[in-house]
């Protein structure tokens, strides 16, 4: 068939124009990269062949059908399923995808599953992630790289995340208004027709999400608000498409559906996510214990792609995203599903809007007090020198979440070249925070960037 009969049967499709943005495309796929990096630290990622290679396929065969306009050579599909039985798939700014198993169990064909794939590859090729970033206050915009706290601080911290993001996820690249998920439903069912399903699976298994009952189907509805009436406008779209070579073979469905009955059942995301944060700090999802050893006097080097500081040599480094932790052991473990500690130093980048190093000092501060009610400034912003450069102290006071009792923050920052925010945050309980300035100013004073 020629170019001018193919484009003469899209000729009646509805036409999707991308929304501003004010990001790249290369800025999508960084910041895609950095989200999905975090995905896979904290949710069960399936290694199972059988079922990545048939959501592989799938995948493929709907990139494929991108149109033409749409495409981006910088974006870098990827398709993983995750093992949690919640009815849900996302993707994220670039190409990421994130299948859940629930999704693929609870499908009755496999175009119901080039339906849901079909709706978050379109989010990716109407740049949708970076588009709703690009109008989001200076307060969202922070946390659209990602969390600001990997490790959480004790005494609350550990809700910032729960309230701004999505398993560490910026909230900005996963929750969409009704344009968005309306430009996605009809361009999802786009690039299925062309890549040879019917779209009216995509339209019925939208119906039987919205119609479940029970934890199954809310997950999915949260992610994607119905935009109105979106199983006859999906309808109305699959009637003005024509699928060329339809996809008819039942059999790789079938058997994808035989194997997955055959496993374990998945866990629900809030298991899985429990699992990972007793993980992350070896606590076994226990609170942190309290019987903490004083600081050694010995500081051992450590040294990342950005900076270069010591710690004592009795306290753990804990990763996050885009944070590393250094705390003693019996200082860290789980509070309410959350990371926290209470003893120790968290160095991250805040991702912000300010390029005024006063303003995004008070905007990383009004975020962390935004998840706890009982935090307080005891010093306003000082000048000093921090990492070399041009910084400010700011001391907080505050109850911890974990032990109840009240404790002592201080934060130091600095801007880098990028105007990102650079921070250290150094926490103690209040009564014994002076047997512990000394150790705080040493590692501070340690601190070097690379930049």
């Not at 996302?90 to 499908?107: I, K, Q, S, T």
């Not at 080097?301 to 019996?330: C, D, H, K, M």
């Amino acid at each position: 068939m020629t170019r001018l009969c193919l484009a003469l049967l899209f000729a009646v499709q509805t036409v999707i124009p991308p929304p501003d943005n004010k990001y790249s495309p290369a800025e999508d796929v960084k910041m895609g990269r950095e989200a999905a990096d975090q995905v896979e630290r904290q949710l069960p990622v399936m290694r199972d062949d059988e079922v990545t290679s048939y959501v592989e396929g799938v995948g493929r065969r709907l990139v494929d059908a991108i149109p033409e306009p749409l495409r981006h050579s910088e974006f870098q599909y990827t398709f993983k399923v995750v093992n949690v039985r919640e009815i849900n798939a996302f993707a994220l700014p670039g190409g990421p995808m994130f299948v859940n198993r629930g999704m693929l169990e609870a499908a009755k064909n496999e175009g119901e599953i080039a339906g849901v794939m079909a709706h978050e590859i379109s989010h990716v090729v109407l740049r949708h992630g970076t588009a709703q970033a690009s109008k989001a206050t200076k307060y969202q915009a922070g946390a659209v790289a990602g969390t600001i706290l990997g490790a959480i601080l004790g005494g609350g911290l550990g809700r910032v995340v729960a309230e701004t993001t999505r398993f560490g996820v910026g909230a900005a690249f996963l929750k969409f208004g009704r344009d968005f998920e309306r430009q996605a439903d009809l361009e999802g069912a786009q690039i299925m027709a062309r890549a040879g399903y019917d779209a009216h699976d995509m339209a019925n298994f939208f119906r039987t999400i919205q119609q479940q009952a029970g934890s199954n189907g809310p997950e999915w509805l949260s992610d994607h608000p119905d935009p109105g009436n979106r199983y006859e406008t999906i309808l109305r779209e699959a009637q003005s498409l024509r699928v060329e070579n339809p996809v008819t073979d039942a059999r790789p469905f079938e058997q994808l559906q035989t194997h997955l009955k055959r496993l374990p059942r998945a866990p629900t995301t809030a298991e899985a996510s429990r699992s990972a944060s007793a993980r992350a700090t070896g606590g076994g999802g226990a609170p942190p214990s309290g019987r903490v050893d004083p600081p050694s006097d010995r500081f051992i080097q450590y040294r990342g792609s950005l900076f270069r500081v010591s710690a004592p040599s009795n306290w753990r480094e804990l990763r996050g995203s885009n944070s590393i932790t250094f705390a003693p052991p019996g200082a860290f473990g789980t509070v309410n599903g959350q990371n926290v500690f209470t003893h120790g130093v968290e160095i991250g980048i805040f991702r912000n809007q300010d390029v005024d190093l006063r303003a995004a000092t008070d905007d990383l501060i009004g975020l962390l007090s935004r998840g706890n009610g009982e935090m307080r400034r005891s010093t306003d912003n000082g000048d000093m020198t921090f990492a070399g450069r041009a910084g400010l102290r700011t001391t907080l006071s505050n109850r911890s979440e974990a032990t109840g009792q009240p404790e002592t923050i201080e934060v130091f920052t600095t801007l880098l070249r990028d105007r990102s925010l650079f921070y250290l945050i150094a926490v103690a309980p209040a009564d014994s925070y002076r047997d512990y300035v000394s150790t705080f100013d040493r590692v501070v004073d340690s601190l070097r960037l690379s930049e």
